[in-house]
C-alpha cells in the first residue's frame, strides 16, 4: 500500500499542484511577501540597512550586522537556537555594486567570540576575521570578543555572488560548528551591465543545521537544510501532508519546513547556490535550462545538476517558459530525503 501510494502520491501531487498553478494560483499565499529575493532584500537594504556614503572617489556600501542567539522553530518537532548574523539563516543579503567599497560593521551581542569573513579578493588583512588575526596581531579585534564590534571593509573588484560565514571557534567548538549554527550570508555583486539582464536574483545556501536545536515534539526534525529550512521526510512526508490534510497542509510548509521561491514566465532569473555545510552537497532543478553564470559561464548545465564541494558556489541562469511548480534539491538523495528540498513556482 505504501508503496503504491508513493508510486502514484507524487505524479498526482504534482498534477495536482501544475492544474491549479496553471489555472487558479489563488490558493498561493502572496510569496512576494514571504520569500527573500534579492530584489526585496535590496530595497529593503538600500533603504534600511545600507547606506551608501562617498568616500572621496570611491563610493561606499555600508551595512550593518548584528550577531546574536535567534530562536527560529524550524518545525512542528523542534527549535532552532540558532547564531544569527541579523536574526535570519541565512544572513540578510548583501548587495553591492563593482567598483564600491563595502564596510560592514559587524557588533558581537552573543556570549562567544565571533567574526566575519567575507570571500572576497581585495582587502586589507586585518578584516580577514580569521584566528591569523590573532596570531600576527594585525586586526586582532576581526575576531571579536562579546560586547565588541568590527568594522570591515573590502574593495568589490569581483563580480557575480560570493559569501561570508563566521570564522571562529570556541572551547569546544570548532569553525564548522559555528558556521552551521547559522552565522552566514550571501554577497552578490551586481554588473555593471549584465546581459542579459536579470529579473530576479534567487540566493540558495544549502548546509546541515548546527548542534544547538531543542525538541520540541515527537518526529523528526530537519538536518540537511537549504536557506534555513528542511523538510522532515523530504517529498514523502510532503505526500503524506497531502494525503492526509490536501493542498492547504502543503501549503502550510512554504517557507517554513520548505523554501518557495517565484518567477514569472520569461523573466530571467539567476541562482545563487552555495555549499556552507560540511558535507559535499548538489543542486539539481527541474525542467529550466540551467546555463552556468559563474564557474563556466555561458554553458549548459547538461545533467541539470551540479556538484558543490564545502565552500564553493555556483550561479546559473534559467528563463522560465511555462508556468509550473518545479521542485529543487540535493542530489545526494539522502539528503533529500531527510529535508534538502523546495519549490520553484512559476506564475504566468
Ligand atoms: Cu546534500
Known amino acids: 500500500m505504501q508503496k503504491k501510494f508513493a508510486l502514484i502520491g507524487i505524479p498526482i501531487l504534482l498534477a495536482f499542484l501544475i492544474i491549479a498553478a496553471t489555472g487558479n494560483m489563488e490558493f498561493l499565499p502572496d510569496l512576494n511577501k514571504e520569500t527573500q529575493t534579492v530584489s526585496d532584500v535590496q530595497s529593503q537594504s538600500i533603504s534600511e540597512a545600507s547606506q551608501i556614503a562617498e568616500a572621496g572617489e570611491q563610493p561606499v556600501r555600508e551595512y550593518t550586522l548584528i550577531i546574536e542567539q535567534t530562536d527560529i522553530q524550524v518545525s512542528d518537532t523542534a527549535v532552532w537556537h540558532a547564531w544569527t548574523y541579523n536574526g535570519t ?31 572576497m579578493s581585495d582587502y586589507d588583512p586585518k578584516h580577514d576575521g580569521s584566528p591569523v588575526n590573532i596570531i600576527t596581531g594585525v586586526g586582532a579585534g576581526s575576531m571579536i570578543p562579546p560586547g565588541g564590534e568590527w568594522t570591515y571593509e573590502y574593495n568589490v573588484v569581483n563580480e557575480g555572488a560570493t559569501f561570508f560565514h563566521d570564522h571562529a571557534g570556541s572551547e569546544g567548538l570548532g569553525i564548522k560548528d559555528h558556521i552551521l549554527q547559522g552565522l552566514y550570508g550571501n554577497i552578490i555583486i551586481e554588473r555593471s551591465s549584465p546581459s542579459p539582464a536579470i529579473d530576479r536574483h534567487i540566493p540558495i545556501i544549502m548546509a546541515e543545521m548546527g548542534h544547538d536545536v531543542e525538541k520540541i515534539a515527537e518526529g523528526p526534525r530537519p538536518y540537511y537544510i537549504m536557506n534555513g529550512k528542511g523538510m522532515p521526510g523530504g517529498e514523502k512526508a510532503l505526500e503524506e501532508i497531502f494525503a492526509e490534510k490536501g493542498l492547504d497542509g502543503v501549503v502550510s510548509q512554504f517557507n517554513y519546513t520548505l523554501p518557495v521561491y517565484k518567477a514569472k514566465v520569461g523573466e530571467t532569473v539567476e541562482f545563487h547556490v552555495t555549499n556552507l555545510g560540511d558535507q559535499i552537497h548538489s543542486f539539481h532543478l527541474h525542467g529550466n535550462k540551467m546555463i552556468s553564470s559563474s564557474n563556466s559561464i555561458g554553458s549548459t548545465i547538461t545533467s541539470q545538476t551540479f556538484p558543490l564541494v564545502q565552500g564553493t558556489l555556483e550561479s546559473f541562469v534559467i528563463k522560465p517558459d511555462k508556468p509550473a511548480i518545479w521542485l529543487f534539491h540535493c542530489h545526494v538523495v539522502s539528503h533529500a530525503d531527510a529535508g534538502m528540498i523546495g519549490l520553484f513556482i512559476v506564475e504566468e
Not at 563595502?102 to 567570540?113: E, W
Open 89 to 119: 539563516v541565512p544572513a540578510p543579503t548583501l548587495m553591492v555594486n563593482q567598483g564600491e567599497l563595502l564596510r560592514v560593521k559587524v557588533i558581537n551581542n552573543h556570549n562567544l567570540t565571533h567574526s566575519f569573513h567575507a570571500h
